[in-house]
């Protein structure tokens, strides 16, 4: 065969094969379905003008879901209240306006007390009081934002703060004030706006067998009307591997079908860096989110999974490499794939 | 001459080189070189050998060097190409190693599936870990399962000392005394001995053997001591009421251990039991320092300062206790009970004034002049009166004892009317005290100053007596509850030697008919005997009636401060050889009595 001839055949079977490989392009890819924000101080001073930058980043993501992660921190408030002190300019309202013009919805987090993880490794019994109080301080919060989160048709629904792990609540007395803390927290915000669906989330530090931590989600999923179940994937932290997180991620499934709920997985798109002084973390390569992706959607209930956090770690707001990961997610999941 | 040329050897082929690379590694594995067989296993791989076999021996190699991040990878690849039972052994020890036992756990039960591959050396190994990590997740009964396994291919006393504690955890107190019992303590270490020590002192505890459970815990301190230990058999003294003992125990336990805030409050429970209410005070406030979500102390603290007649403290510890209802886990109704008895507690505490004022109407003339106001009229024949009482601060509440001044003035009306007599003005001044903890006992001296001319100016010693089945208020949610009260006064005048006495009793039930208005339907038995040479009536006189009362002026620490009560009762009854009764003796009409308490 002459060899023009045979560069033409291998031509066309490159041909044929890059067709192939773009068909495999353009079956759908998953996507994020949202993202958590995580609000602090420096909030307070963002412009309306800045939360349009972001949120127009958002849309250019195809996020269609905003977790606000909490809306008190200890005694800092993000939206207008006398009952705590509120940041200068209070960003919630702001959040689900921009939310309701772009078609997102956002589930609102309550009280959160940076604390919580020095409060809860006592004594159960007074695991059992602190947690009591929390639940009256959030209560106090969902009582006071029902009118605000009202006016607005991206409210969703609410976000226990709390993130559940396997390593804390294994004494079956700490257990138990858990699970009526949950069950309790969870019945009064419903009873505030029965249309809106509850979620708190978890993760699990590899402490406990993966049965172990399904049958203690399932237990808990039992105890408490908690409609959805985060799943941190814990990949960002160091907490899980890829190579046993699917564990995980089945047992966590297993407990959300076994009870109704649904779970919805939570893709850490960062990588935590270790510093002894305290949380530091850089935006992930996108190699290394995309198969976190890939593997929470297969999980995840039909919404999708959601990202921890792209406002910190995944839009050109926040430098070179968390632009790079929004134009790799960009280039991977939005442009490749038709809406 | 000719030049002579050195031939270099032919290169290797690359298989026939990594085959050599992978047999170094192996021998530098045997010789425990790890270091150096992962470099020759890691080159062998990178020149192309790779297979389960080899990244088997390399993980291994790794983990020996306790780079376990690194050996968890060789090993996934090693068991994604052969599962092989030693690969899942060593993904096991790494992942215990990086703290994630519970991806042990799994890689452990995926050995079992296989286990018959492995000698029985390693099929111990696996149970013995896979016992100890289910325990540490407390899954006692799989932990004690792995275990009876394990000793089931070769007997092992620091696994039979795991399993028998196992066994008790799980209730099966029988199995464990024999597993515990059965071991040979000379077997195992030092450490272990306490422990079994240890566990078969909680045996004899549950068994309801306190003294072999000291004997058990005093051996196993000898042997190794613990702050744990310490605490334990400060527990076991409290229980046998050896309190000077547990006192030893538990401060030892706290000097080894001060961060731990459990060993520290049964530290000062057993200070508060031998009697040591001041250091029990300053280890509760250190433990509320720095836990103040143990609330049962709040109120401990304001009884231990009630105790040490400390009223400012034991009013503000109160108060707290009080504060803290909101963050009380317990459900509404023991929280209302308790706050309303805490209330009650400062109320008693923290009066300075109560005032008490009764007014009675009785519809005959023929009805003796009496009233019903209790405690104000009492041994003075009075149908109204005033009472108006002031405790001093610090010596008027001293560990429940109370000290009182106080003023009255008593009169009665004219016959069938609401017009005062002023023949009947009576005033009095006088100082009372309880000197009991428990019993509701007052014990005062009052001078009395006659204005009406049918009063007295003498000396009245008094005594006090009254008890009630149920607080005030009941329960809070209680809608009706049992009502007794018994009050009886004994009074002395000096200047006449003149005795009188005074009782009353009443049985009802009270209604709450609202949040503030208790409705009590009952009978009513009194009587009162007075020395002949005095000139008022004695008599007995019951029957029936109801109380209205109305609680006011809620206050948060006192609860209700004042009442208004409207007692109407219709009494029968008969003098005792008085000439104003009827020529049978007998008297009977309507008794209507207003009381305001505040």
């Known amino acids: 065969m002459p060899a023009r001839r045979l560069r033409l055949w291998i031509g066309l079977a490159a041909v044929a094969l890059s067709g192939g490989a773009a068909s495999l392009a353009q079956t759908p890819l998953p996507r994020l379905h949202g993202t958590f924000i995580q609000l602090s101080q420096a909030h307070g001073s963002w412009s309306e003008d800045s939360w349009r930058r972001l949120f127009g980043y958002l849309a250019q993501l195809r996020a269609l879901e905003i977790v606000v992660q909490w809306t008190v921190y200890d005694d800092v408030a993000f939206y207008p209240t006398a009952r705590y002190t509120q940041v200068a300019q209070p960003p919630l309202e702001t959040i689900l306006t921009l939310a309701d013009e772009l078609g997102m919805t956002v589930r609102v987090g309550l009280a959160h007390d940076s604390a919580f993880w020095s409060k809860v490794n006592r004594d159960p019994a007074s695991v059992v009081v602190y947690l009591r109080g929390l639940q009256t301080r959030s209560e106090s919060v969902a009582r006071d934002l029902v009118p605000l989160v009202q006016r607005h048709r991206s409210f969703r629904g609410w976000y226990i703060t709390e993130e559940i792990e396997d390593a804390t609540w294994k004494d079956p007395r700490a257990r138990s004030a858990l699970f009526e803390y949950l069950g309790r927290l969870a019945v009064s915000v419903r009873a505030l706006k029965p249309e809106a669906s509850v979620a708190v989330s978890g993760f699990s530090n590899a402490e406990s067998a993966p049965a172990t931590f399904g049958a203690f989600w399932t237990s808990l999923l039992q105890a408490a009307p908690i409609d959805v179940m985060m799943f941190q994937d814990g990949i960002g932290a160091g907490k899980q591997r890829l190579s046993f997180l699917p564990l995980y991620l089945a047992a966590a499934r297993e407990a959300a079908q076994t009870t109704g709920r649904e779970l919805q997985v939570i893709v850490e798109v960062f990588q935590q860096l270790n510093d002894p002084t305290g949380f530091k973390a850089v935006p992930a390569p996108f190699e290394r989110v995309a198969r976190q992706i890939d593997l929470a959607s297969t999980y995840s209930a039909a919404r999708g999974p959601i990202a921890f956090s792209i406002p910190d770690y995944m839009t050109p707001l926040r430098g070179p490499d968390a632009e790079r990961l929004f134009q790799a997610y960009v280039r991977s999941r939005v442009t490749a794939k038709p809406d | ?598």
């Not at chain 2, 067989?37 to 390399?58: E, M, T």
């Not at chain 2, 009229?377 to 009482?389: F, I, K, N, R, Y």
């Not at chain 2, 001078?447 to 009254?466: C, E, M, P, T, V």
């Open chain 2, 1 to 598: 001459m000719p030049a002579v040329v050195h031939a270099q050897p032919p290169p290797r082929p690359p298989t026939e080189r990594a085959e050599i690379l992978e047999r170094l590694g192996v021998a530098s594995l045997q010789r425990r070189d790890y270091g150096e067989a992962a470099r020759y296993f890691r080159a062998a791989i990178a020149a192309g050998r790779d297979h389960w076999q080899i990244r088997q021996n390399l993980g291994f190699a790794l983990l020996s060097l306790d780079r376990c991040e690194e050996a968890v990878n060789e090993l996934e690849v090693s068991v994604r190409q052969s599962p092989a039972p030693r690969s899942f052994i060593y993904l096991a020890r790494c992942y215990e190693r990086l703290k994630k036992p519970g991806v042990a756990i799994h890689w452990l039960q995926q050995t079992l599936v296989r286990l018959r591959e492995l000698p029985p050396a390693e099929q111990k190994d696996v149970y013995g870990s896979l016992g100890y990590l289910y325990a540490a997740e407390g899954q006692n009964a799989a932990a004690a399962e792995a275990w009876e396994h394990a000793l089931a291919l070769s007997y092992d006393p620091e696994i039979a000392l795991r399993l028998g504690r196992a066994q008790r955890l799980l209730g099966d107190t029988s199995r464990a005394r024999q597993t515990l019992t059965g071991i040979a303590p000379e077997r195992l270490s030092p450490a272990s001995r306490a422990v079994r020590l240890d566990e078969l002192a909680e045996l004899f505890r549950a068994e309801g053997r306190p003294t072999d459970s000291i004997a058990a815990l005093e051996e196993a301190n000898a042997l190794e001591p613990s702050a744990h230990r310490h605490y334990a058999l400060g527990l076991a003294f409290r229980d046998l009421k050896r309190y000077q003992e547990a006192v030893d125990q538990l401060e030892r336990a706290h000097a080894l251990a001060p961060d731990d805030l459990g060993y520290a409050v049964a530290l000062g429970y057993a200070y508060k039991d031998a009697g040591r209410l001041a250091d029990a005070a300053r280890v509760f406030e250190t433990v509320l320092a720095r836990d103040p979500d143990r609330l049962p102390l709040y109120q401990e603290l304001g009884y231990i300062y009630a105790a040490l007649s400390d009223t400012p403290r034991a009013v503000e510890w109160f108060k707290k206790a009080i504060d803290n209802a909101p963050r009380d886990p317990r459900p509404e109704s023991d929280r209302a009970e308790e706050r309303t008895r805490l209330q009650q507690e400062v109320a008693r505490l923290d009066k300075r004034f109560e005032a008490t004022a009764y007014l009675t109407y009785r519809s005959s003339a023929r009805q003796p002049s009496t009233g019903s106001g209790g405690a104000v009229g009492g041994t003075l024949p009075s149908q109204s009166g005033v009472e108006v009482a002031y405790q001093p601060p610090v010596i008027g509440f001293r560990d429940e004892r109370i000290f009182q001044v106080f003023a009255r003035l008593l009169w009665s009306f004219r016959p069938e009317s609401l017009e005062v007599d002023d023949d009947s003005l009576q005033a009095g001044v006088g100082l009372r005290y309880k000197p009991l903890r428990a019993q509701n006992l007052f014990l005062s001296a009052e001078r009395l100053f006659a204005i009406g001319k049918n009063a007295s100016d003498d000396w009245l010693l008094r005594a006090l007596y009254s008890w009630e089945h149920h607080p005030l208020l009941g329960k809070p949610d209680w809608s009706h509850w049992n009502y007794t009260t018994v009050f009886a006064d004994v009074g002395y005048f000096v200047e006449r030697s003149l005795w009188v006495l005074y009782g009353e009793a009443r049985q009802g039930v009270t209604f709450r008919i609202a949040n503030q208005v208790l409705l009590t339907p009952h009978v009513v038995v009194d009587t009162r005997y007075q020395d002949s040479r005095g000139p008022s009536d004695s008599f007995v006189e019951g029957g029936g009636g109801v109380s209205l009362r109305y609680l006011f002026s809620e206050s948060r620490y006192e609860g209700y401060r004042g009442s208004v009560e409207l007692l109407i009762q219709y009494k029968a009854g008969e003098f005792f050889n008085r000439p104003r009764a009827a020529s049978d003796g007998s008297f009977h009409g309507l008794v209507l009595t207003g009381v305001l308490r505040f």
